[in-house]
Structures are given as structure tokens and as C-alpha cells.
């Protein structure tokens, strides 16, 4: 039973030791590449525009 638990918490270090240097990689590759922030901005505004543009054309509709 001894042997299982520590094989259990061998993996779990292993686990998360890999979780942890994904996650750095993650962090490396946004901040080497900036332009994805500048893109998800633009994106955001050009989905709220779009929000915004079918609200208006739902109340011309609903008015009609």
C-alpha cells in the first residue's frame, strides 16, 4: 500500500512540475509576442461594434 501512495505522489509532483513549466511557457510566449493583446483588443472592440450595430437594428426593426 506504501509503495502505491508514493507512486501516486510521484506522479502528482511530476504532474505538476510539468503543469507549472507549461505555464512559463505560456507566459514566455506571450510576452514575446505582444501584438496577440493588441489583437484581442481589436477584436473586442469589433465584437462590441457588431453588439452594438445589431441592437440598434433590432429597435428600427421592432419600431417598423
Given at each position: 500500500m506504501r509503495s502505491i501512495l508514493e507512486f501516486i505522489s510521484d506522479q502528482a509532483v511530476g504532474v505538476s512540475i510539468a503543469l507549472a513549466i507549461a505555464t512559463?511557457?505560456?507566459?514566455?510566449?506571450?510576452i514575446d509576442h505582444p501584438e496577440t493583446d493588441a489583437l484581442q483588443r481589436s477584436a473586442d472592440i469589433d465584437n462590441q461594434l457588431a453588439a452594438e450595430f445589431a441592437a440598434q437594428s433590432?429597435?428600427?426593426?421592432?419600431?417598423?
Open positions: 512559463l511557457i505560456a507566459i514566455g510566449q506571450r433590432a429597435l428600427v426593426a421592432s419600431k417598423d
